[in-house]
């Protein structure tokens, strides 16, 4: 997985509700327009400039992308999308997201939405959307360091949370997210043997 880093982060904490109805919205439905995007969230025309600076904005901070394109008339457009940390946010934040529908929107594109897509097949729905509500809580680490770097944080809160569960489900939960995180064995290792050290 690439490693997805703005070079100007915005604090998530501080999103704002026009801006995240736009990320919630095209994690559900990419490649949407301007026009598109203000009909879909029943803002009135007169909203549309306000629509055109939030999308800019969450560009700027590597939530969203765009690309170019034409309408249905032939005159050029912006396609907006979420990128790997827009869909992380989405799904992590939005009370109603349907995660299948995210997963199934992107995951022929973004590389978070193959990685969850493995997740959530090993998972099931319910563990998944308590998977993702862990993320939630290393949302500032992941924009600003990148979910590789965080990765082991992730997992190890996973084990944690799942410790209720039988060893072999467990177990296949952890291989999978090892294989979807391959370096976050050795840094798990690393810290063990660390720990081993000082006592």
């Known amino acids: 997985m690439s490693k997805q880093k703005s070079s100007t982060y915005l604090e998530v904490a501080k999103l704002g509700s026009l801006r995240e109805k736009i990320i919630f919205y095209l994690s559900e439905n990419p490649n949407l327009n301007a026009q598109a995007l203000q009909r879909a969230l029943e803002y009135p025309p007169n909203q549309y400039p306000n629509i055109l600076k939030a999308l800019k904005t969450l560009e700027k901070t590597g939530l969203i992308k765009s690309k170019g394109g034409k ?6 457009i912006r396609l907006y999308r979420c990128t790997d940390n827009g869909i992380l946010y989405a799904l992590a934040r939005n009370p109603k997201a349907n995660a299948l529908k995210t997963i199934n929107a992107y995951e022929n594109t973004e590389e978070i939405a193959k990685t969850f897509r493995a997740c959530y097949d090993i998972m099931g729905p319910e563990l998944f959307v308590k998977f993702v509500e862990d993320v939630d809580e290393f949302m500032l680490m ?3 360091d990148g979910i590789e770097n965080v990765a082991p944080y992730i997992v190890m809160r996973s084990m944690i949370q799942t410790s209720h569960l039988d060893i072999d489900t467990r177990t296949r939960i952890v291989k999978e997210l090892f294989k979807q995180f391959p370096q976050t064995k050795q840094v798990l290792k690393d810290w063990s043997d660390y720990i081993s050290k000082l006592f």
Request: zero cysteines; proline letters at 11%; hydrophobic letters at 20%.
């Open 71 to 76: 309408s249905k008339k032939k005159v050029p």
């Open 142 to 144: 992941i924009q600003k």
